[in-house]
C-alpha cells in the first residue's frame, strides 16, 4: 500500500487555509499527511490551529535573519530535514529567492487571490476593483523563480457586482480557496499533478488551460 505524502504548510497569519487543509487531511490520511506547519511570525493563530490539530510546528522569524538569503538557508534545512514531499504556501508574505526556489522545484505549490496573470503583488481586490473588473477570483500555481509566475493548476472565479468591497470580495474567495487548495493537494498526493519543462501536468496532459474549480462541483 503506499504511504501517504508528507506536507509541510507555511503561513505568516491566521491560517484560514490551513484550517481547510487540516479539515479536508482527516478525511484523506491515507493519501497526504501534514507534518510540519512553519511560520515567519511568532504569536500567529495559524501555529493555534497546528497545534490544536497536534501538527508540529517551527517559529522561524525573518527579523533575527541579516538577509533574505539567510533565512531562506534556515528554512530549507528544515524542509529538507522533515523530508517532505510537498511545501503548500498558506498565506506565506515572503518573497523566495530563487536558490530556494528552484531546490523545490515541482515540489511547492502557492495560492494567490486574483486570475493570474491578473496582479500579481499585493493588493489584489482594490486593484480588480479599480479596473472595473466584472469578475475575480484566484489561481493556484507551482512556485518558480518568477513571483506569482509559475504554471497555472487551477483557477475559480467570482462575480464582482456593483455592491463589492475589498472585503466583500476577500471573504468570496476565501470561500473559493477553502475548497480548491484541498483539492489540489489531493491531486498532488495520488500522482495526478506534476511540473515538468516549466508546465504543469495533469493526468499525464499539459494543462493548456487551468482547471477550473466549478467544473468540479466543489
Do not use: C
Request: charged share 20%; net charge neutral.
Amino acid at each position: 500500500m503506499k504511504q501517504p505524502i508528507k506536507i509541510a504548510v507555511l503561513i505568516s497569519g491566521s491560517g484560514s487555509n490551513l484550517q481547510a487543509i487540516i479539515d479536508h487531511q482527516k478525511q484523506h490520511t491515507e493519501t497526504y499527511q501534514i507534518s510540519l506547519v512553519i511560520s515567519n511570525k511568532a504569536h500567529v493563530y495559524g501555529l493555534t490551529r497546528a497545534k490544536d490539530a497536534s501538527i508540529p510546528t517551527e517559529l522561524i522569524d525573518h527579523t533575527l535573519f541579516a538577509t533574505r538569503e539567510s533565512f531562506d538557508q534556515a528554512l530549507q534545512k528544515k524542509l529538507d530535514n522533515a523530508q517532505v514531499d510537498l511545501i503548500v504556501l498558506a498565506g506565506f508574505m515572503r518573497i523566495l529567492t530563487p536558490q530556494f526556489t528552484q531546490h523545490f522545484l515541482g515540489k511547492m505549490i502557492n495560492i494567490h487571490p486574483s486570475l493570474l496573470p491578473k496582479y500579481t503583488g499585493l493588493n489584489t481586490h482594490q486593484r480588480a476593483l479599480n479596473a472595473g473588473d466584472t469578475e475575480h477570483g484566484l489561481s493556484i500555481h507551482f512556485v518558480t523563480p518568477e513571483l506569482d509566475s509559475g504554471p497555472i493548476i487551477l483557477q475559480a472565479k467570482i462575480p464582482i457586482t456593483s455592491q463589492d468591497t475589498v472585503e466583500t470580495l476577500k471573504e468570496k474567495v476565501h470561500q473559493k480557496e477553502h475548497l480548491a487548495y484541498p483539492q489540489v493537494i489531493e491531486w498532488f498526493s495520488e500522482g495526478k499533478l506534476a511540473l515538468k519543462d516549466n508546465q504543469a501536468w495533469f493526468e499525464q496532459t499539459v494543462l493548456t488551460k487551468p482547471q477550473q474549480l466549478n467544473a468540479l462541483n466543489a
